[in-house]
C-alpha cells in the first residue's frame, strides 16, 4: 500500500544545532511531495514542496529537503534551529493516481531548547 | 496571505446527532479537501471535490458522511449520525491547482459523548 512514513516521533535538541527529519514514501511512479510544520495552537503551514526538477528542494524559514529517488526519501533539514522552530513536522506526499488525495506520516515532535 | 477558515473550533455533540462542520476556502481555489486527524494517529484524507462533486473519496468516507458546496464561499462537511469513533480534528483544506500545495484550516475539534 503506499504510504509516507517518519522515521523519528520526538526529537529534543539545542539552539543553532542542526536538525534532519527522516521521510520514506512507499510510492512507485511520479509523486509530489511535501513537508508540513504545525505550530502549537496553530494551522498546518506549508514548509516546502517537490513536484519534479531540481531534488534539493529550499522552503521558508530556512529549511531544505533533498528528494533522493533511490532510496525513497525526502528528508526535511536545517542546519542552525531556533527555539520558535519548536513545532510538529508532518511529511506528505500524492501520486499521479490521486494527486489530490495527501497521504501524511505520522509527524514529528520537535523541541528546541534555549 | 489568505486563510482556510473553519467553524466552530470545538464542537460537543451527543452520539447519534447530525453535525455540520464549515469551512470557508481562499476564495479563488477550485479543489477542496476534508482531513481528520483522530488523538495520537496520523492526518488521514476523507474526501475531495471539485466543480460541484467528489472528486475522490476515502473508506473512512461511509454513507454517514457527505460533503456540500452551498453557495460560492463555504464548504460544509456533514455526518449524519455521529458514533464516539468520530471523535477527532477535522481539517479543510484547499488548493488552486490539482497537485498543488494544500492550504489548512486551524480545524475543528468534534468530541461525541
Known amino acids: 500500500a503506499q504510504s509516507v512514513s517518519q522515521h523519528n516521533h520526538h526529537v529534543i535538541l539545542s539552539e543553532a544545532a542542526s536538525l534532519e527529519l527522516g521521510c520514506n514514501y512507499s510510492?512507485?511512479?511520479?509523486?509530489?511531495l511535501f513537508w508540513y510544520v504545525q505550530y502549537p495552537g496553530q494551522h498546518l503551514q506549508l514548509l516546502l514542496k517537490?513536484?519534479?526538477?531540481?531534488?534539493l528542494v529550499k522552503g521558508i524559514k530556512g529549511f531544505e529537503a533533498e528528494f533522493i529517488k533511490s532510496k525513497f526519501s525526502f528528508n526535511l533539514r536545517k542546519p542552525s534551529v531556533q527555539w520558535s522552530d519548536t513545532a510538529e513536522y508532518f511529511c506528505?506526499?500524492?501520486?499521479?493516481?490521486?494527486?489530490?488525495?495527501?497521504?501524511f506520516g505520522a509527524g514529528t515532535q520537535v523541541v528546541v531548547t534555549p | 496571505e489568505p486563510e482556510v477558515t473553519q467553524t466552530p473550533s470545538h464542537q460537543v455533540t451527543q452520539m447519534g446527532q447530525e453535525v455540520i462542520l464549515r469551512c470557508v476556502p481562499i476564495?479563488?481555489?477550485?479543489?477542496f479537501y476534508w482531513y481528520r486527524q483522530i488523538l495520537g494517529q496520523k492526518v488521514e484524507f476523507l474526501v475531495s471535490?471539485?466543480?460541484?462533486?467528489?472528486?475522490?473519496k476515502s473508506e473512512i468516507f461511509d454513507d454517514q458522511f457527505s460533503v456540500e458546496r452551498p453557495d460560492g464561499s463555504n464548504f460544509t462537511l456533514k455526518i449524519r449520525s455521529t458514533k464516539l469513533e468520530d471523535s477527532a480534528m477535522y481539517f479543510c483544506?484547499?488548493?488552486?491547482?490539482?497537485?498543488?500545495?494544500?492550504?489548512f484550516g486551524d480545524g475543528t475539534r468534534l468530541s461525541i459523548l
Open positions: 483544506a484547499s488548493s488552486g491547482l490539482l497537485g498543488g500545495p494544500q492550504h
Open positions: 510510492y512507485g511512479g511520479t509523486v509530489n
Open positions: 517537490y513536484f519534479s526538477g531540481d531534488p
Open positions: 506528505a506526499g500524492a501520486t499521479t493516481d490521486s494527486w489530490g488525495k495527501l497521504q
Open positions: 476564495s479563488n481555489h477550485l479543489y
Open positions: 471535490f471539485y466543480n460541484n462533486e467528489i472528486s475522490e
